[in-house]
Nanobody, 123 residues
């Protein structure tokens, strides 16, 4: 069964950067859309960024200009580069694979979530 391994979270000061990675255990990764989500304590899980099979990207308004999603199909990995981090970015971050990317929106595959990684931004 396909699974996802997430890494790269940590503690950083406001204005700093982190790079999250999500690696898939299958060589069919390259055909799958991918999305990054986050969930802060007491809040709903929300979409941060998504990338289509063809490399088209979409971002939540609150991360535009600061975060970049990318994929390396040879490594079966999707990344989230997070710059200019703010305390409001503090959350557990998750990746999702195999969802549907349509009309500029990403619809997650509920059966293929990675482990969460904690991102904490200190003010």
């Amino acid at each position: 069964q396909v699974h996802l391994v997430v890494s790269g979270g940590g503690l950083v000061q406001a204005g700093g950067s982190l790079r999250l990675s999500c690696a898939a255990s299958t060589t069919i990764f390259s055909i799958n859309p991918m999305g990054w989500y986050r969930q802060a304590p007491g809040k709903q899980r929300e979409l941060v960024a998504a990338i289509s099979t063809g490399g088209i990207t979409n971002y939540a308004d609150y991360v535009k200009g600061r975060f970049t999603i990318s994929r390396d199909n040879a490594k079966n990995t999707v990344y989230l580069q997070m710059n200019s981090l703010k305390p409001e970015d503090t959350a557990v971050y998750f990746c999702n694979a195999g969802g549907r990317y349509s009309g500029g929106s990403y619809y997650p595959n509920v059966g293929l979530w990675g482990q969460g990684t904690q991102v904490t931004v200190s003010s």
